[in-house]
């Protein structure tokens, strides 16, 4: 599997189990919503800071959010 | 402390405790060396997959790289 594809269900999975929309996410980390769905979808790679607001906006550490995408590569 | 100025440093830490140089980390890695100078002084931030390259070249996980940044901004 693609890191953007494994870190695109990643997002979303979290998103999904925050119970939070995307537009609310986009809200939350102040990106666009469309980005936020591209990332989804592994249409785009986050940068650093990226990765960071959305960890921030999902309450949850950005290692987190890296070590869940590590499982789904089986790393 | 600026995200990608954690970045760096802990890039660079691990480098140097890896004792390579930023030449031979740019081979490991298939980046360019002036981009590894410039990602080491926060001068630009890297993506996803650049964290994972970084990290397999680096023989860490990229959540490690990512838990140390976040120990300097004391997240």
Redesign the interface.
């Known amino acids: 599997m693609e ?2 594809k494994a ?1 695109g269900e990643v997002l979303k999975q979290k998103r999904v189990h925050n119970s939070i929309s995307q537009e609310e996410l986009a809200y939350l980390s102040n990106l666009d919503r469309t980005f936020i769905s591209m990332l989804e979808r592994g249409k785009r ?5 990226t ?2 607001v959305l960890a921030d906006a999902l309450e949850t ?4 959010l ?2 869940e ?2 499982k789904k590569l089986k ?1």
């Open positions: 890191i953007d870190f790679q986050p940068s650093l800071k990765i960071f550490l950005p290692s987190q890296i070590s995408v590590e790393l």
